[in-house]
């Protein structure tokens, strides 16, 4: 069992950054690819970012590309979304998750999923 808990979320004016977190309890942290999906009102759950469980290999969706970077702290069992350069359409609730699979850009592929933390950002 892995429970995931998301933080660094808020209100930002377009252009800034966040840096978003994901704490996971438990000793298997690291068995686990990490993804950031995102969900605006009224719009499906879509993948934006994950990392394979050794850190070296990375996947982006192309809207956040050269924007967002994701990293992970094995020794800490932590998951991190820096997030660059945002604009509007950014907005929407981050979800961080966790999948033994190596699919990850596929959200049914998730064992684990945080609660969730809102990202708006202003024009």
């Known amino acids: 069992q892995v429970q995931l808990v998301e933080s660094g979320g808020g209100l930002v004016q377009a252009g800034g950054s966040l840096r978003l977190a994901c704490a996971a309890s438990?000793?298997?942290?690291?068995?686990?690819?990490m993804g950031w999906f995102r969900q605006a009102p009224g719009k499906e759950r879509e993948f934006v970012a994950a990392?394979?469980?050794?850190?070296?290999?990375?996947y982006y969706a192309d809207s956040v590309k050269g924007r967002f970077t994701i990293s992970r702290d094995n020794a800490n069992n932590t998951v991190y979304l820096q997030m660059n350069n945002l604009n509007p359409d950014d907005t929407a609730v981050y979800y961080c998750?966790?999948?033994?699979?190596?699919?990850?850009?596929?959200?049914?592929?998730?064992?684990?999923w945080g609660q969730g933390t809102q990202v708006t950002v202003s024009s």
């Open positions: 998750a966790a999948t033994k699979l190596n699919w990850v850009r596929v959200p049914e592929n998730y064992d684990y």
């Open positions: 438990g000793r298997t942290f690291s068995s686990f690819a």
């Open positions: 990392v394979s469980r050794s850190a070296f290999i990375t």
